[in-house]
């Protein structure tokens, strides 16, 4: 079986679903699938360093990049549409990563015109919350051409049953499966060096500290995050307590979060890192108390499963569609998205150690559920589930 997954790219700094397709893509490998990935070169304003127009490895995985030609939001990228235009019938199934980008509608339109069947994982991008974000734009794209391509979809993918939930009750959408991320949790037991990541940032000091990690964007509720701590560090025994934004968004963006500690006198309290990868996110995110995640939507929210396979707890808003799951398996805490009760819930995280260890052993319970080999399976047998469904119905509109 070929897959092919198209996604409008994959540069570390757009974050958790950007990066959940490459390793999707190297455990449906492990599964026997043979997966090539058709995505842009875009990196922020800039481009990564890849051959453009061949296909190549990158990250264990093949990977063909085009050139994002304009727009950083729709990332446009005309050699991708026409590659798409001429190759989509060499693969069983496509397998589309977003809705409202160019290189989403485009594989779209192939598919239908070429008569290959294809699903769209959506990435959130549905949710009601995500579709007041710039609505006109989005509004505009729907009726141009995001419609057609869920209502042509075989399967519409989601990885949470609340995130199905939300977009089936606001839009209608039909066709739905649950199949949720997953990650390599051979990787989250190997052993790390704290203490020469606390010496490259000496305002920690071996201080006990909360963290947020990942793409820093306005959704994450990082503000109100920051101003709740420093509210909650004035209590009496919290005052060691450190919080570490360790991530990278839009330079605007951060500059407005640094100013936000800074005029709150917050300025040895929060540390920011800058961007973390490999050994070095590791040993930041073994190294923390709790990892807080108090997003205004987030459809999975992967960095949740990557801190509870460490022992981490989590501190999350009802808006994470994995709330539900952490409140039952006791996993941690979920914490409304409102001033009082963020800062209540983070002096009852940092004051209560018993309380984080306990919540920590049930997140490691938790997130075996989420494993690479457990979601390639699935997905495997939902393409192959496609594809009959496909040939019956070319079959009969043969016959008929």
């Not at 039909?174 to 991320?181: A, Y």
């Not at 963290?211 to 004035?234: C, D, N, S």
Request: charged letters at 20%; a positive charge.
């Amino acid at each position: 079986m070929k897959v092919l997954h198209v996604i409008p790219a994959v540069a570390p700094r757009y974050g958790g679903p950007s990066q959940a397709v490459l390793g999707m893509g190297c455990a449906l490998m492990q599964h026997g699938v043979e997966v090539l990935i058709a995505t842009t070169d875009a990196d922020g304003r800039g481009h990564l360093p890849a051959v453009l127009g061949v296909p190549q490895e990158y990250q264990g995985v093949p990977v063909i990049f085009f050139p994002r030609q304009w727009s950083e939001a729709f990332k446009y990228s005309r050699p991708l549409a026409a590659w798409l235009a001429a190759h989509v019938s060499e693969f069983s199934v496509l397998h589309i990563h977003a809705v409202f980008s160019h290189a989403s509608l485009a594989a779209a339109a192939a598919c239908r015109q070429r008569d290959v069947p294809y699903l769209v994982r959506t990435l959130g991008t549905l949710d009601p919350w995500s579709l007041r974000q710039k609505p006109m734009r989005k509004r505009l794209l729907w009726h141009l051409g995001a419609r057609r391509m869920m209502d042509g979809a075989a399967a519409v993918h989601y990885t949470t049953r609340a995130e199905q939930r939300l977009v089936e009750h606001h839009l209608g959408l039909r066709r739905g499966v649950v199949i949720p991320l997953g990650i390599d949790q051979a990787a989250y037991t190997a052993p790390v060096d704290l203490a020469e990541f606390c010496a490259r940032h000496s305002g920690l000091n071996q201080h006990p500290y909360i963290l947020v990690l990942g793409r820093l964007h306005p959704k994450k509720g990082v503000e109100a995050l920051i101003a709740a701590f420093l509210r909650a560090t004035r209590n009496e025994g919290l005052h060691d307590w450190r919080l570490v934004v360790a991530g990278d968004g839009d330079e605007g963006y951060v500059a407005h979060l640094r100013r936000i500690a800074r005029e709150q006198s917050g300025g040895e309290r929060v540390v920011f890192t800058g961007w973390v990868a490999g050994a070095e996110k590791l040993a930041v995110l073994r190294g923390a108390a709790v990892l807080a995640l108090p997003s205004h939507q987030e459809n999975f929210g992967l960095v949740v499963v990557e801190a509870l396979s460490c022992g981490v707890p989590v501190l999350v808003s009802p808006h994470v569609n994995l709330a539900d799951d952490i409140q039952a398996a006791g996993a941690g805490w979920v914490v409304p998205l409102d001033a009082p009760c963020l800062e209540a819930g983070l002096v009852e995280v940092m004051a209560l150690p018993e309380e984080r260890q306990c919540r920590g052993s049930a997140g490691r319970d938790l997130a075996a559920r989420f494993s690479w080999p457990q979601v390639a399976a699935e997905l495997t047998q939902l393409y192959r589930r496609v594809e009959r469904t496909e040939s019956r119905c070319a079959h009969m509109s043969l016959v008929g």
